[in-house]
């Protein structure tokens, strides 16, 4: 299909992990496979929209264009900036980035510096929260189910917690997260995603309280105007055997638009 209008007032957002030319696990991609994703969304009509486009247009002040997507990036692994930066700014695109904010401070190898984060938002990118130390499972007190941490109470100097102390430690995680990205690179900070996706009504009230008023999910469908900002949908595509044609596709998919496009170029 030619490039067109598949659809209008609404935003796909997209999310990318790792970047390696080994594809180390399913949830990475090669360089080359982001640059070729970039290069479909081009050739085929699609609009890749600023992160102050987006909430401008979910607070009512702009409007979007046709094709609208949103790129995103989760976990702030250091291939962020030595391979995802460069073919951006060679696209003039800008992403979102969610960190572990943790990594930064423990010189995590293998993730974002501080340095490297402040040049990235020089470069118009935008850094926002993904925990500051909370993303990984924990088996549910008396079964052997994992649920993220922020999601299950879990055991203190052997008892469990109240549903409180629950909150209080969800709280604390991401207030701590959004204060040193505030603090460390000078910006404002109102965004956060889940880690696996998903969290409870009582981590959502945690993560409100914390002052974010924009929270990401991956609820795979498209943002409208009258998306819940407190459960915005994205939909991954960084997977290591995701082709162009799937991406573009899977894109149409969430927007609900009814057509086929080649994935190429144009």
């Known amino acids: 299909m030619r490039r067109g209008i598949y659809y209008k ?19 990475s991609m090669t360089p080359s496979a982001f640059q070729a994703d970039l290069d479909a969304l081009e050739s085929n009509g699609f609009h890749v929209i600023s992160n102050r486009q987006f909430i401008g247009w979910l607070q009512h002040r702009n409007s979007v264009p046709p094709n609208a997507v949103l790129l995103t990036f989760d976990d702030g692994y250091q291939s962020m900036y030595t391979e995802a930066l460069p073919i951006l700014l ?73 549903e409180y102390q629950t909150y209080l430690r969800d709280y604390a995680d991401f207030r701590r997260a959004r204060d040193e990205l505030q603090t460390r690179l000078g910006i404002t900070v109102n965004e956060f995603a889940w880690p696996y996706g998903w969290g409870t009504d009582l981590a959502r009230k945690a993560a409100l309280a914390a002052g974010y008023s924009y929270i990401f999910t991956t609820f795979p469908s498209c943002v409208t ?3 819940n900002r407190e459960a915005i949908p994205r939909i991954d595509i960084g997977y290591s055997n995701t082709t162009p044609q799937q991406a573009i596709q899977d894109i149409l998919r969430a927007a609900g638009a009814h057509v086929t496009v080649d994935g190429g170029k144009a």
């Open 9 to 27: 007032n609404r935003v796909v957002v997209v999310t990318f992990h790792d970047m390696t030319t080994s594809h180390a696990s399913h949830w």
């Open 90 to 162: 060679r696209h003039h695109m800008t992403g979102t980035f969610f960190v572990i904010v943790g990594r930064q401070d423990q010189h995590a190898p293998g993730f974002l510096s501080w340095g490297e984060l402040k040049t990235m938002v020089h470069d118009g990118m935008t850094v926002a929260s993904h925990t500051y130390n909370s993303h990984y499972l924990v088996n549910v007190i008396g079964s052997n189910k994992q649920f993220p941490v922020f999601d299950t109470p879990i055991l203190v100097n052997g008892k469990k917690e109240t």
């Open 225 to 227: 105007p009258q998306t």
